[in-house]
């Protein structure tokens, strides 16, 4: 069941990420929720969050 839950968080930001960089690309809110299978609101919700910060690294770990 975490695994899952973890999964779908991955998903959940993936998709997320997806959107801001094709918003940030110039595409309009209608042709994003066509390509992904959302409507016009979800992905207007979703732009009106910014985007996760990837976690920060110990210094001692590779990148």
Same mark, same amino acid.
């Given at each position: 069941?975490?695994?899952?839950?973890?999964?779908?968080?991955?998903?959940?930001?993936?998709?997320?990420?997806?959107?801001?960089?094709?918003?940030?690309?110039?595409? =309009? @809110?209608? +042709? *994003?929720? /066509?390509?992904?299978?959302?409507?016009?609101? =979800? @992905?207007? +919700? *979703?732009? /009106?969050?910014?985007?996760?910060?990837?976690?920060?690294?110990?210094?001692?770990?590779?990148?």
């Amino acid at each position: 069941m975490t695994a899952a839950q973890q999964a779908l968080q991955t998903a959940r930001r993936g998709l997320s990420a997806a959107i801001h960089a094709a918003r940030e690309a110039g595409e =309009t @809110v209608q +042709n *994003i929720a /066509a390509r992904t299978g959302q409507d016009p609101v =979800t @992905v207007r +919700n *979703i732009l /009106a969050v910014p985007p996760a910060k990837a976690p920060d690294r110990p210094s001692g770990l590779p990148r």
